[in-house]
């Protein structure tokens, strides 16, 4: 089992920044970010798996930028140019396979026009 721990998130205007981390970033997982909106299904956002091989949902694409920092042995979600359609629950993941993944706690992403 793992424990994910998680930080970031909050309330921002639009064009704003926020980042979320979250640890460990153990290197045998696929290490992803998913966000759920209100009325919406669950949807990836940004996952890097173990050979660094990086992907994002299109709406994010160019303002979104997922990262390992080996430092502190965790990855990260850079938010920019924040719009109000990127208000929603963010969620990480370690994903090892369909039926081995850990999810980190959500956290509430509020972006006002």
């Known amino acids: 089992q793992v424990q994910l721990v998680v930080s970031g998130g909050g309330s921002v205007q639009a064009g704003e920044s926020l980042k979320l981390s979250c640890a460990p970033a153990?290197?045998?997982?696929?290490k992803g970010w998913y966000r759920q909106a209100p009325g919406k299904q669950r949807e990836m956002v940004a996952q890097?798996?173990?050979?660094?091989?990086?992907n994002y949902e299109d709406s994010v694409k160019g303002r979104f930028t997922i990262s390992i920092d080996d430092a502190k042995n965790a990855f990260n979600l850079q938010m920019d140019s924040l719009k109000p359609e990127d208000t929603a629950i963010y969620y990480c993941?370690?994903?090892?396979?369909?039926?081995?993944?850990?999810w980190g706690r959500g956290m509430q992403v509020t972006v006002s026009s």
């Open positions: 153990l290197c045998i997982y696929t």
């Open positions: 890097i798996d173990r050979h660094g091989k990086i």
């Open positions: 993941v370690l994903e090892y396979s369909a039926t081995e993944k850990y």
